[in-house]
């Protein structure tokens, strides 16, 4: 050992270089040859065969390689942070986070689709029985373009009205979005308000969306009538995206008198539950918590808010499409938001 720090200082002496901070009485200990040792080597700063495979303790300590399982440690420290509770990997870069929310009994609110604050309790004393009377040609049309549409349906579904309100609110969510947008791009083109009718008319398609995200719990669609939703939605929006730009008012009074058949088969369908022929299982989770309805509710009472909410939506439909026939703007009326 003293040989080798001989043989060192007199190198040093020799090229005019001072490494006397290299130089340690302590002992040599030996370890593997790593990249910043082996890329000091080529580029001449460490001194000839001393580095070969051994190293003076007094190494600064910053240079020195962590302990394998110290290393294994925090990067597993710092996976699990980017983690969520399911397990995903989720970037926090941007700092976007959501509070934690829980329900009225502290536990925690399970759904990321919709918030406390936006549910409800249905209103299921809506008058169920209110048919707006056709006396136009517009009227008149759309009427019998609703009971033209009913036909395949019927056909195709029969009494299957399980299936058959999977398929109506594939096509109820529609409208509502189509309105809410075009009545936006307006208002971005002319800088004017929409009297509300913007929200309105989006709180309807949300609204319609998830009576599809509960239907679906119920009732499981094969790929058929996958195929089925995707050809229907395809047509429908487009045809109603085009009839809503040339005449809003039959567009809003084909609507209303769509919702006015829905109310109509989801009235069969509870006469089939109260009959025995539909099994009335209790009622999905996400149900019970956007209607707010009791811990033990069942596919009636859900089914029963569901009808509510559409002859709401008949309302709505209906309404917007007078203000249209009085000759006026929808903005020029109070748009009855919230109303559900």
Excluded at 128 to 148: C, E, G, I, M, Q
Excluded at 305 to 313: K, P, W
Aim: glycine share 6%; proline share 5%.
């Amino acid at each position: 050992m003293n040989r080798i720090a001989a043989r060192s200082v007199v190198g040093a002496l020799r090229h005019g270089r001072n490494f006397n901070h290299y130089i340690s009485t302590a002992p040599v200990t030996t370890r593997p040859l790593d990249a910043a040792d082996y890329l000091n080597r080529q580029n001449g700063t460490a001194f000839g065969s001393f580095y070969s495979r051994r190293m003076m303790s007094s190494v600064t300590p910053s240079i020195q390689t962590q302990p394998p399982e110290e290393k294994d440690q925090k990067e597993s420290s710092a996976a699990d942070a980017k983690k969520g509770n399911d397990g995903v990997v989720v970037s926090n870069y941007w700092g976007i986070s959501r509070p934690k929310i829980t329900r009225e009994d502290g536990t925690e609110w399970p759904w990321n689709c919709f918030m406390p604050w936006e549910t409800y309790e249905a209103d299921v004393s809506i008058d169920l029985s209110k048919h707006h009377v056709p006396k136009t040609f517009l009227d008149k049309f759309a009427f019998r373009t609703v009971k033209l549409l009913r036909v395949p349906t019927d056909i195709f579904f029969q009494r299957r009205y399980g299936c058959r309100a999977m398929m109506l609110e594939t096509v109820a969510a529609v409208p509502g979005m189509v309105g809410g947008m075009l009545l936006h791009l307006r208002s971005l083109r002319k800088f004017e308000h929409s009297g509300g009718w913007i929200k309105a008319l989006l709180e309807e398609a949300e609204n319609e969306r998830m009576h599809l995200m509960t239907m679906v719990e119920l009732v499981k669609p094969v790929w058929y009538e996958r195929l089925m939703v995707l050809t229907v939605q395809g047509v429908f929006f487009n045809a109603f995206f085009v009839l809503y730009v040339i005449s809003p008012k039959l567009a809003h009074r084909i609507v209303g008198y769509l919702e006015e058949e829905a109310i109509h088969s989801y009235t069969e369908f509870l006469k089939d539950i109260d009959d025995g022929k539909i099994e009335n299982v209790p009622a999905p989770a996400i149900a019970i918590d956007y209607w707010r309805l009791p811990k033990d509710a069942s596919l009636k009472d859900v089914i029963t808010v569901i009808r509510a909410d559409e002859a709401h939506h008949r309302d709505v439909n209906h309404f917007a499409s007078d203000i249209h026939f009085q000759g006026k703007k929808l903005k020029e009326a109070p748009a009855p938001i919230g109303y559900r």
